[in-house]
C-alpha cells in the first residue's frame, strides 16, 4: 500500500480489502501457502520455485547493502540495510536519490553513531520515501528533518524501547498511513500524532495512565488500533466514538486496563476485538433500553489470558448476533458459567474454549445455535468430561456440530 502498488478501491471497499484480495489470489493460485493463523498473526510460505522468480523479478528494484556494497543499480528502489555489518556509511548510498523504501535490521547499542549518520543521510538524500523501517533501533529521538518526507506514508518503529519522545515536525508527516510506536519508550502521545488525518494503522506502546481525548475529525480513515504493554494505562480515551472507520481494536498486555468504554457501541464498522492479557478487565456491559436496537458488525471477538473474567459484554456481543461468526475464550481460569444469551448469537460458525478450567458447562439449548459449524474445547476438565464423543453425559446436545475438537490439551 506504501509503495501503490494496489489498484484503488470499488465502492464500498478499503485499501485492506484490496490487500487481502490480492493475498487470496496467491492463496487459491498456490503461490504461497499458509503457515499459521495466531491471534492475528498470519505466516506463510513462499515455494522455492516462486521465491527464485520473485528474487529475478526484483532484483533491479531491491537491494541488500552492506559496507562492501561498492554500486548500486540506478534503478533501485528499495534498500535493505544490515547495520551491524556497516563499519561506516556506504558513500554509494550519496549518490542514490529515488529510493523509494528503506528497511535497516540488526541495529544495535554499540553501532548508534553509524546509525543515527545513516538515518541523517536517508532523510536528506530520500526525499521520494515512501517506507522507512527502524524495528529494534537504539535511537533515543528522531531527526526533526523527518519532517520533509511529504510522502512518507509507512513508518514502524516498533521496539525502538530507547525512544522517548517524537520531534515537533511530526504532524509534518501528512501522508503517513501506518504507524507503528508499539514497544518503544514514549511517555505520552504527542498531540502531532492526532492530527496525522491519513493514518489507517497505528500501534501504541505508552507509560501513562490515560490518553489524550481523541477529538472530533481526528483519525476519520482510521482501520485498525493496537494498545500493547501500556502496563500503566487505565482506561481507553474518551472520544473512541468518533473512530468511525475502525474495523479492528487490539489490547494487548494492558495490566490496568479496567473495562471497556460503552463508546464503543457507537463503532459500527468494528469488526474483530482482540483482548489478551489485560488482567484487571471487566467487561461486563449489559443491555439498556436505550439499545434495544442497536446494530453492531463484530464479526470475531477473542479473549485470552483475563484471570478475572466473570462476564461477557453483551451490549458488543448481542448488539451484533447477526454478524459474530468467531468466539475465542482462551486462558479465562476464573470464568466459571457462560450466559444465557450467548444463544441470541445466531450468526456464529466456531466457538473456542481452552483453559477455562472451572467452566463447568455449555449454555443450554446450544442446538438453537443453528449455523455453528465448529466447537473446539481444550484444557477444560469439566467440559472435556461431559460434552466427548465417547461416554460424555451431554454429548447429545452437540452431536449435531459439524466438527467438534476436544482434547485435554491446552
Given at each position: 500500500m506504501a509503495n501503490g502498488l494496489l489498484e484503488h478501491p470499488k465502492q464500498n471497499q478499503e485499501w485492506e480489502d484490496v490487500g487481502k484480495r490480492y493475498l487470496n489470489e496467491l492463496l487459491s493460485r498456490c503461490l504461497i501457502q499458509m503457515e499459521q493463523d495466531f491471534w492475528l498473526i498470519f505466516t506463510f510460505r513462499m515455494h522455492d520455485l516462486v521465491h527464485d522468480l520473485a528474487l529475478d523479478a526484483s532484483q533491479k528494484e531491491c537491494k541488500t547493502v552492506n559496507s562492501e556494497t561498492e554500486t548500486v543499480d540506478e534503478n533501485v528502489r528499495h534498500l535493505l540495510l544490515c547495520d551491524e555489518k556497516l563499519v561506516g556509511i556506504p558513500?554509494?548510498?550519496?549518490e542514490m536519490k529515488n529510493v523509494r523504501t528503506v528497511i535497516i535490521q540488526d541495529a544495535s547499542k554499540e553501532s548508534k553513531t553509524t546509525h543515527e549518520s545513516l538515518i541523517n543521510l536517508c532523510l536528506s538524500n530520500f526525499k521520494y520515501l515512501r517506507a522507512l523501517e527502524l524495528r529494534k533501533s537504539p535511537l533515543t529521538a528522531l531527526p526533526n528533518s523527518i519532517g520533509t518526507l511529504k510522502r512518507l506514508r509507512?513508518?514502524?518503529?516498533?521496539?525502538?524501547?530507547?525512544?522517548?519522545?517524537?520531534?515537533r515536525s511530526f504532524?509534518?508527516?501528512r501522508s503517513l498511513q501506518s504507524l507503528n510506536l508499539g514497544d518503544t519508550g514514549l511517555k505520552h502521545l504527542p498531540d502531532s500524532v492526532q492530527r496525522l488525518i491519513e493514518l489507517r494503522h497505528l500501534e501504541i506502546t505508552i507509560k501513562a495512565t490515560h490518553l489524550k481525548e481523541i477529538r472530533a475529525g481526528c483519525w476519520t480513515s482510521l482501520q485498525y488500533l493496537e494498545l500493547r504493554?501500556?502496563?500503566?494505562l487505565e482506561c481507553?480515551?474518551?472520544g473512541m466514538q468518533y473512530l468511525k472507520s475502525l474495523r479492528t481494536l487490539v489490547l494487548k498486555h494492558c495490566d490496568s486496563l479496567l473495562s471497556l468504554p460503552r463508546s464503543l457501541k457507537f463503532l459500527t464498522k468494528l469488526e474483530h476485538l482482540y483482548i489478551r492479557f489485560c488482567s484487571s478487565m471487566n467487561l461486563k456491559m449489559e443491555l439498556e433500553e436505550e439499545d434495544k436496537d442497536l446494530q453492531l458488525?463484530?464479526?470475531?471477538?477473542?479473549?485470552?489470558?483475563?484471570?478475572?473474567?466473570a462476564d461477557l459484554p453483551r451490549l458488543l456481543l448481542q448488539g451484533s448476533s447477526?454478524?459474530?461468526?468467531?468466539?475465542?475464550?482462551m486462558v479465562c481460569r476464573n470464568l466459571s458459567v457462560l450466559p444465557a444469551w450467548l444463544l441470541n448469537l445466531t450468526s456464529l460458525h466456531k466457538l473456542e474454549i481452552a483453559a477455562c478450567a472451572k467452566l463447568s458447562g455449555l449454555p443450554?439449548?446450544?442446538?438453537?445455535?443453528?449455523?455453528?459449524?465448529?466447537?473446539?474445547?481444550?484444557?477444560?476438565p469439566e467440559l472435556n468430561k461431559r460434552y466427548r464423543e465417547n461416554g460424555g453425559a451431554d454429548w447429545h446436545k452437540i452431536a449435531h456440530i459439524p466438527k467438534v475438537v476436544i482434547t485435554d490439551e491446552e
Open positions: 558513500r554509494v548510498l550519496e509507512h513508518l514502524d518503529l516498533g521496539r525502538c524501547r530507547s525512544l522517548r519522545e517524537l520531534p504532524d509534518k508527516l504493554c501500556c502496563m500503566e481507553l480515551p474518551e458488525s463484530l464479526k470475531t471477538f477473542s479473549l485470552l489470558g483475563l484471570d478475572d473474567l447477526s454478524t459474530l461468526k468467531q468466539l475465542r475464550i443450554e439449548g446450544i442446538n438453537r445455535l443453528t449455523n455453528l459449524r465448529e466447537l473446539r474445547i481444550h484444557g477444560c
